[in-house]
Every structure is written in structure tokens, then in C-alpha cells.
């Protein structure tokens, strides 16, 4: 039994209302989709079925979405020296780790995302992004608007307004480039501006920019007419209608597998388990009594958990046993503060009663985690 | 370009390694499949220089990101080999051949070029494949080998390695429903198609295991039965059991739960058991929760186990101490800071809510609510987790009557409550009635609880929540 799936629903153009024009074999065949989610997850995990499922060759797809706060990473980036975690805790942004390179977005409904895909050999990024330039123009015609060669759309010349990041498959590939009409900035700079110290890695570092929103530039745009002027001009140049359909990324029948993709886009194994080799060498200050204590740490991090962990402390500030105890916990553990949490609060379970060691270890230990 | 050419083998070792590609989806599905055949230590193959071929965007070199094979290991066509980088691209190489892989030209983060060789693969002779294969040119897709099985005039479209698998596995590509591209049968509908027909249960997830399939009755006796029973007969097609045992180190909440667990096991354990009528309270909470409702707080029952048990640690503080590791002294603990066991996605936590003596019901389900959504999200911190004196673990919620709760070191007792049950019981005047009944197990350090200490504390918490408005004379 062969699931309607969505490359053959599209076929059947009465389910999807979808015009039948969509489905001729020219070269120029395209097809507009456009998610009614707004969560980071199921969305990437859309990307990744079509890349996957479909067939290309015949006729390309723009995706176009948006989502609720959140901030995604480029494949071979690490989240610890991109954004600031704690902050992403406290404010329950989601982080999510796209499959595509690049570097590190923030992103909320101000913003909007644009998928082409094409096959392989069809990669071309400069055209999708003079396409997107076009439109803007055809909108506003007094946009000052350009393409870099670093793939960034500029506004004014300065003001960055898209980034970009491509994946590319055996046989499909796919850009996509974000725009930013009216995202919240203050939190964008705030939760983009990393705190951890001492880290070093060969992750792909991002590149930060000035960036603006076009709704400051002209307060009569919106993200919705922004989506529409696209999807007009993708339209046009693949000769097809000017027709979004939507899709519901949690529809199993239409994408037979899509929740198990996007549940695995969620694992912690696949957000910070897949952050390359790192170490930190850092130095915690602890306020400890009437002193101040400089305590050196350093730690190997790979596939997001402690491979190696020293702890410079003081002799005997705390029983060796105890320390060495410590240490061992820690290794092989995920760099997680819940994780962390929870062993060193069990250690303390099953050492002295004493209420000295207990602050100490209580103060080590909240140092330690506030490094995670 | 170097081809060894040695004595070739007709068989080839096909062992999925679990290196293969996360993002491949066959094995996302399945943990691997196993075929052992005989092999020879000798390599048998030419070896091919499989080269890094046109990224596209007139691009020369890639930095190499990951590798998903190393050396050693079989590889399928199709199968992901690695991902490199290039300017903001991740590109997936594939794998244009099935063979094993005998050399990775780089390491992670070392700059690959395009056009020279990748990694070295050596292929089974007998396919002949010509090393024009490798040249540089236009990706992978224009020349897919496509065979072609005509079974009752209908091409079904595979890939060798593909078809390999369907030939050892006995199965006739055409009953098989492909979901690749143009209806193509891929690895994942073979597998699928396996897995149905053994009754295997597809993990959902690639931790998951597989359950070895459930046999129907085995053994028939041969004594005629009385009664005319349909015994099924036992299916007569081999049954493939693709399981395998997995080993993975303790780490994290598990290697907790083994220290804290190794402790407890050093305290003499008694348990003692009693139930509790708690009609009147479960009318009480009916009432108390909306006006808990109007000031935000959702209102459950362990607010009033929690306090009648602080209640009761007042009369026997015996059971709020601390015995040190020598047996020397007991510390009686001031402050009741009474634990509650939370399940989480990871495992057991326990965090504690300060100071219940002087804490009214209302406060400390307001706690409970903080500590619960804390523990969700995975952010409660050190200072929750630590000083607990005494817990409470609700096990009910999920179910069970009596339990064996293990004291949680350096505490000395511990209460496990069952669900609650509608039970008929009698009353004062010897009539039935519907009580709502629960069990409560405690378990207290024997070196220094004696038994009827535990007995009266468990008598007078009973009796605080069989009858709530005693609680009222004793609360401070």
C-alpha cells in the first residue's frame, strides 16, 4: 500500500488544489509551498523530507516559513560560542541545529525564510538571491537592496538584512537565506552575544553584522506582502501561477517519516552532540569567605560530553577523595548543566555531612555548571 | 589512479557498520542488518580511488567536517561517506560504490580538494566497475546504474546493492512497493517488507530495540485435548531476528542513580505498610481547588501528605535525622525539608521543599508547582536538589499499591504512596460504603528506627488525613 504521499499528491492536483500547471515537464516547472507552523523543528525537518523525497528534476520548489523565537546554528557550529545559553533557558527560545553550513540566526515571526530547491546541478545561489532582490525592488523600487559576494543581501549598503546557507544531497540540493522585515533586535543581539570564555574550536565561526529590518526602513512592509512579492517574482520566472499552498508539517500522510525527522532534530544528540572537538580553558572566580578564588578549569569536550576534566584547586580545600570523585562523574557526561546537576547534587548525598564541604562543594559545583 | 588487482572472492562480507550515516534512512530505521558469510583475511578487490567530485559554483576546495565511515568498514552505494564544508555549504558525499573502505585521504578539518581522491574503496572485482567512474564531472545522479528485474512484464527499478538484498532475503522485488524516486525499490521498503513478515517490531527511534518477534504456541503436545482448542500452527518461514545486544556506558542520571542506589544498599531496611480512608480529604482538595485555581496554583494532594508529614516529623524527629558515616552520632535536622520524588524524560530527581514547618498548605503547593515546572524543563538547580531530609515519593500517579521505597542516603525513612482506589469498606454502623482508599509504604534505617516509632508516625499521619480538620488543631 503506497502511502499518498506528498511528491504523489502533487500529482493528483484535486487534493492540494493545486493547479495543474505546476506539474508540467518543462524545465521551468517550480512549485510555491508555505508552512502553517511556526515551529523551528518540524519546519527544518520539511527541508530535509523534500530533500530526501522529492523529485527535482522535473520541477524546483521554494519553501517559505517562519518561525517562533528561536536560534539555529549551521551544522558544524557549537552553541557555546555562538549564542548565550542561559539566556535561551531563562527566555524559552528554542536552539535547533540546521543540517545546512553557515553560521548562527536568530530567528522570530519578524522574520522570514526562503527555501529553493533545486537538483544538484541546478545549485545556484547568486540567481535565488537576485530573485529575492528583484522582488524587494519591484515592491519598493527606492530600496537600495544588493547582493554581496558573500551571498548577504545589503541594505544601504551596510545594513544586512539576509544571510544565507546551503545543504547539498547526491542528487538535490537546496539555499536557503533568511530576511529580516521586523524582528525583535534586542533580543537578537542579546541572546547572540555568547558569554562563555576560554573556549577553542575549529566550529565555523559566524560572522556578526550590523543588521536592520526592512519595516525600519519603510514601516508600510510586512512580512506577509514581503512572502507574497517572492513568491510573485519565483513565479514569474518559472512561468507558473502566482499560487502558495500550504502545507502542515505534522500531516504524516503527506510526508510519510516527517515526525521522525523532526523528532530527531530535537535530540540532544543531534543539537549539542554533533558540536565538533572543543576545549575550554577558563578561570572561575569564587568569592569564598573573606577571599577570592581563582580557580583554573580545563576541559575536552566532544560529541557534547566532558572527554577530559582538571580542576585547579586549592590542596585539600576539598578531601581528595571527594575531588577525585568529582572529576570522575564528570567525564563521560554530557556538558549539560541539568545533567551536571543532578550528579553533583547525588555526590553529596554520599559524602561527609558537614556543612563547610557541603558550601564549598555548593559553590565549585554552581561555578562549574554556569560554565555550561 | 592505483587498482590493485588480486584473487577475487565470490562473496562478500555485507555487515551494515553503525558508522554508516545518521542521516542515511535506512539506518535511521534500523539498527543494522546482519549477514555473516565466509570470508578470507586476504583483501579481495581492486581498490578504486573514489575522487571528491564538482561541489558546483566553480568551487576547488572543501574542509572535511565528519567522517561517518572509517577504515574498515562496508559501505553500500548511496551511503553517506562524509560532510565537508565550503562556504557556508554542507555538502554529503556519497558513496558511488559498494566495497570497503580501505583509506580516508583526510582528517576532520584538513582542506579536501576537488578532483582528488577521497577515500580509497575496494570493490568487489567481479562488478567490474571502470575507473572513468571516478573522473571529475556532473554528480553522481546521470550515472546511477538502474537494474531492471521483468517479473510478469513490470520493471522494477533497483540498485544492485539493493537487489542483493532482496535475492538473500528471498524476496520477488516485484511484491515490494517502492517509495524512491520513479517508484524505485530502496533498501528501507526491503527491510520494511522484512520486518512485517517476521512480526518484528520497528523501533521507533535508532536507540530503540528491536523485540524478537512473538512466537505463536511451540510445543503441541501429542495427547489428544478434551476440548477441541484451534492450536495455531507454528509459521514455517525461516523468522529473521535482526536484534542485536547493545552496550553502552553509564553516564550521566544513570551513573547517579547507581552511586546514590550503591549507598543506600549499606542501610539495614524495614518496611511497614497501613492504608488510608481519604474520603474526607478528597472532598476537602474538591473544594480548596478552585479557590487554589483563583490565585494561579494548581492544587494536588501531596500538599496535605507533605504537611501532615512535617506534622508528624514534629512528634518523632527521630525519623528527620541524620546518621553520620561512622555511626557515631544522629544529627536531628531542624528544618523539614521533605523531598518529592519527580520522574523525569532522564530519570528519577528528587527536590526538596524547604522548610515545611512553617510552610502553610497553600505555600507549599505553590513550591511544588515551581519545582515541578523547573524539573520539566530540566532547570532545577543545585540548591533544589540538595538538604532534603525526609521524601515522599507519589508513585501512585502512575500506579501500584505497596511499594519497597529505597531510603535516599543521608536520610533515614522514606514513604511510598499508591494510587488511590474506590473501595467498599464499613463505616461506624456496620454499612458498606465507596471509601477512597490509598497505601502508603514506608521504609526507615533500622539501626535507628525501631519499628513501633514508625508505626505511630505512620498512625498519626494517617490520622491527620483520614480526618483534615484535626490537622487544623496543630497547625503552626
Known amino acids: 500500500m503506497v502511502l499518498q504521499s506528498l511528491k504523489n499528491c502533487l500529482g493528483l492536483s484535486c487534493i492540494l488544489r493545486t493547479p495543474k500547471a505546476c506539474f508540467r515537464s518543462t524545465a521551468s516547472g517550480g512549485l510555491i509551498i508555505q508552512s502553517v507552523s511556526n515551529d523551528v523543528y518540524q519546519n527544518l525537518a520539511v527541508e530535509d523530507w523534500i530533500h530526501d523525497h522529492m523529485d527535482l528534476e522535473k520541477q524546483q520548489i521554494l519553501f517559505l516559513w517562519r518561525n517562533s523565537p528561536a536560534v539555529v546554528i549551521g551544522r558544524h557550529q557549537n552553541p557555546w560560542q555562538e549564542c548565550n545559553l542561559r539566556l535561551l533557558r531563562q527566555k524559552n527560545i528554542k536552539l535547533a541545529r540546521r543540517r545546512s553550513g553557515g553560521g548562527t540566526v536568530y530567528h522570530d515571526l519578524g522574520n522570514i525564510n526562503l527555501t529553493f530547491f533545486t537538483t544538484r546541478k541546478k545549485y545556484q545561489r547568486m540567481e535565488n538571491l537576485k530573485l529575492v532582490v528583484k522582488a524587494l525592488k519591484a515592491l519598493r523600487p527606492q530600496l537600495d537592496v544588493h547582493v554581496t559576494d558573500r551571498y548577504d543581501i545589503l541594505l544601504d549598503r551596510q545594513y544586512k538584512i539576509s544571510g544565507t546557507a546551503a545543504k547539498l544531497g547526491r542528487t538535490s540540493a537546496y539555499h536557503h537565506c533568511t530576511l529580516l522585515c521586523n524582528a525583535d533586535k534586542f533580543v537578537l543581539s542579546s541572546v547572540l552575544k555568547s558569554p562563555y570564555k576560554g573556549l577553542k574550536s575549529n566550529a565555523t565561526p559566524s560572522v556578526p553584522a550590523l543588521v536592520k529590518n526592512l519595516f525600519e526602513e519603510d514601516p508600510s512592509l510586512t512580512s506577509e506582502m514581503l512572502l507574497d512579492a517572492i513568491a510573485k517574482e519565483y513565479a514569474a520566472q518559472h512561468q507558473i501561477d502566482h499560487h502558495i499552498t500550504l502545507i502542515n508539517p505534522a500531516d504524516e500522510t503527506l510526508l510519510p517519516g516527517i515526525s521522525n525527522k523532526t523528532k530527531e532534530l530535537q535530540t540532544w544528540e543531534w543539537v549539542y552532540g554533533k558540536t565538533p572537538k572543543f576545549s575550554i580553558s577558563t578561570c572561575l572566580n569564587m568569592a569564598y569567605q573573606d577571599s577570592v578564588l581563582d580557580i583554573k578549569v580545563n576541559m575536552d569536550v566532544k560529541n557534547g560530553k566532558i572527554e577530559v576534566c582538571h580542576i585547579d584547586l586549592p590542596e585539600q580545600w576539598l578531601p581528595p577523595g571527594l575531588y577525585s570523585e568529582l572529576v570522575k562523574s564528570l567525564t563521560g557526561s554530557k556538558f549539560c548543566p541539568n545533567e551536571t546537576t543532578t550528579l553533583v547534587t547525588t555526590l553529596l548525598r554520599v559524602c561527609p555531612q558537614d556543612n563547610e564541604l557541603h558550601s564549598r562543594w555548593s559553590l565549585l559545583c554552581e561555578n562549574m555548571i554556569m560554565l555550561m | ?390 521524601t515522599l515519593s507519589n508513585i501512585g500517579t502512575i500506579g501500584g499499591t505497596y511499594a519497597k521505597p529505597v531510603i535516599l542516603p543521608p536520610e533515614v525513612a522514606i514513604g511510598a504512596l499508591g494510587k488511590i482506589q474506590v473501595l467498599p469498606r464499613y463505616n461506624g454502623k456496620g454499612e458498606v460504603f465507596k471509601a477512597q482508599i490509598m497505601n502508603v509504604s514506608w521504609s526507615a534505617d533500622h539501626r535507628v528506627i525501631d519499628g513501633a516509632t514508625m508505626a505511630r508516625f505512620s498512625n498519626l499521619w494517617k490520622s491527620y488525613l483520614e480526618n483534615p480538620a484535626s490537622m487544623l488543631l496543630d497547625l503552626k
Not at chain 2, 542488518?33 to 578504486?48: D, E, K, M, N, Y
Not at chain 2, 574498515?72 to 566495497?99: H, L, M, N, P, W
Not at chain 2, 545486544?245 to 549507598?263: C, I, L, R, Y
Not at chain 2, 492504608?275 to 494536588?300: N, Y
Open chain 2, 1 to 390: 589512479v592505483c587498482i590493485h588487482r588480486v584473487r577475487s572472492c565470490s562473496n562478500i562480507r555485507f555487515i551494515k557498520s553503525k558508522y554508516v550515516c545518521v542521516f542515511d534512512k535506512s539506518a535511521l530505521k534500523f539498527s543494522h542488518q546482519q549477514r555473516l558469510f565466509r570470508t578470507s583475511a586476504v583483501s579481495c578487490g581492486q581498490i578504486v580511488q573514489f575522487k571528491l567530485s564538482d561541489i558546483g559554483e566553480g568551487i576547488t576546495e572543501v574542509t572535511v567536517k565528519e567522517w561517518y565511515i572509517k577504515e574498515g568498514d562496508s559501505v553500500s552505494q548511496f551511503d553517506s561517506i562524509c560532510e565537508v564544508q565550503s562556504d557556508k555549504a554542507s555538502v554529503t558525499i556519497t558513496s558511488r560504490y559498494d566495497g570497503v573502505i580501505r583509506k580516508l585521504h583526510y582528517s576532520i578539518d584538513e582542506i579536501a580538494l576537488v578532483g582528488k581522491p577521497l577515500v580509497d574503496i575496494e570493490i568487489d572485482a567481479s562488478k567490474g566497475v571502470s575507473p572513468e567512474e571516478d573522473v571529475v564531472e556532473t554528480p553522481p545522479m546521470s550515472h546511477e546504474e538502474h537494474t531492471h528485474q521483468e517479473i510478469k512484464g513490470h520493471k522494477t527499478l533497483a540498485t544492485p546493492a539493493v537487489r542483493r538484498l532482496a535475492m538473500e532475503n528471498n524476496i520477488k522485488l516485484s511484491e515490494i512497493v517502492g517509495t524512491g524516486k520513479d517508484n524505485r525499490v530502496l533498501k528501507e521498503d526491503i527491510l520494511n517488507y522484512l520486518a512485517k513478515q517476521t512480526g518484528a517490531i520497528l523501533p521507533p527511534s535508532p536507540k530503540a530495540e528491536i523485540v524478537p518477534p512473538l512466537r505463536k504456541t511451540e510445543a503441541v503436545p501429542a495427547a489428544p485435548k478434551d476440548k477441541a482448542r484451534k492450536i495455531p500452527v507454528p509459521v514455517s518461514r525461516p523468522i529473521v531476528f535482526s536484534g542485536k545486544d547493545k552496550t553502552e556506558p553509564v553516564t550521566g542520571f544513570q551513573k547517579a542513580m547507581v552511586k546514590t542506589m550503591s549507598a543506600a544498599l549499606k542501610i539495614p531496611h524495614f518496611g511497614y505498610c497501613d492504608e488510608i480512608d481519604l474520603t474526607q480529604l478528597v472532598q476537602l482538595r474538591e473544594e480548596l481547588k478552585p479557590l487554589a485555581e483563583i490565585r494561579g496554583v494548581k492544587l494536588s494532594f501531596m500538599p496535605f501528605f507533605i504537611k501532615a508529614a512535617s506534622l508528624g516529623l514534629l512528634q518523632y524527629p527521630i525519623l528527620n535525622a541524620s546518621l553520620d558515616e561512622s555511626c557515631q552520632n544522629v544529627t536531628y535536622k531542624a528544618s523539614h525539608n521533605i523531598g518529592v520524588a519527580m520522574d523525569t524524560e532522564q530519570g528519577l530527581i528528587v527536590p526538596n521543599v524547604k522548610n515545611v514547618q512553617v510552610c502553610s498548605v497553600f505555600d507549599i503547593a505553590v513550591e511544588l508547582n515551581r519545582l515541578q515546572s523547573l524539573g520539566s524543563a530540566g532547570q532545577l538547580g543545585t540548591s533544589d536538589l540538595t538538604g532534603g531530609t525526609f
